[in-house]
């Protein structure tokens, strides 16, 4: 598996964008890259996933470094309640289990 | 639509003691797992199925046991629980194509 380094922690204002970063500089070629969110006492909820050109969906974008050792999960205005565990996780997407494995990630801390 | 749904959301054991958690869920999703998140920690996966009548072993395997008798239903299985094991599961489903669905967890304690 893939190793990724996350910072612990990140800051945001209130209606501020947000640049999470994700190194995963042993990511294999097939390897997606996935994103989930875990807010207080719920159980994680996807965000974004990508594999090399950068996607965009209603709750955020996905910045991928073209030689894909890392990427940025862009929230483009933070609000309370984007406040959570942000998990990158390199992982295949190839119609077998999705056996992500889930590191600590970033806790984000948003204030008004 | 109730998505992944996990029984029961609370349990206190003691040591020796067997228990089984029940996920169920409504989206005719192939896959299943059940992880789980110990405090400071990420999530570990546990077991996982990739269909009805199959289970395979995930990253923390040991001291569990997992049934997946119809599609919708995969059970955890603990035959005697150990202090060790006192976490939150959570379980998930999806389909061939990645995006984990998780349910709301299920806090356990061993005493």
């Known amino acids: 598996d893939a190793k990724t380094t996350q910072p612990n922690s990140m800051e945001s204002n209130e209606e501020e964008p947000v640049h999470l970063p994700c190194n995963h500089s042993?990511?294999?070629?097939?390897?997606?890259i996935h994103w989930y969110r875990q807010l207080p006492s719920q159980g994680p909820e996807y965000v974004i996933h990508?594999?090399?050109s950068n996607v965009n969906n209603r709750m955020a974008s996905l910045a991928i470094a073209e030689d894909r050792k890392s990427s940025t999960l862009i929230l483009h205005r933070a609000t309370l309640r984007d406040a959570a565990v942000y998990y990158c996780?390199?992982?295949?997407?190839?119609?077998?289990?999705?056996?992500?494995?889930f590191g600590t990630g970033t806790r984000l801390q948003v204030t008004l | 639509n109730a998505g992944v749904t996990q029984t029961p959301k609370f349990r206190v054991l003691k040591t020796g003691q067997s228990m089984t958690l029940l996920c169920a869920q409504d989206?005719?999703?192939?896959?299943m797992y059940w992880y789980r998140q110990d405090p400071g920690m990420g999530l570990r996966l546990i077991h996982y199925?990739?269909?009805?009548?199959?289970?395979a072993k995930g990253e923390v395997p040991d001291g569990y046991n997992v049934s997946r008798l119809k599609k919708q239903n995969f059970l955890l299985g603990l035959e005697s629980a150990a202090p060790s094991q006192t976490s939150v599961y959570f379980c998930?489903?999806?389909?061939?194509?990645?995006?984990?669905?998780f349910g709301e967890g299920s806090r356990l304690t061993v005493l």
């Open positions: 998930a489903s999806s389909q061939a194509r990645g995006e984990l669905f």
């Open positions: 990508g594999l090399t």
């Open positions: 042993t990511i294999s070629g097939t390897d997606y």
């Open positions: 989206m005719n999703h192939e896959y």
């Open positions: 996780i390199p992982g295949g997407d190839t119609g077998t289990a999705s056996k992500l494995t």
């Open positions: 199925s990739v269909g009805e009548g199959t289970t």
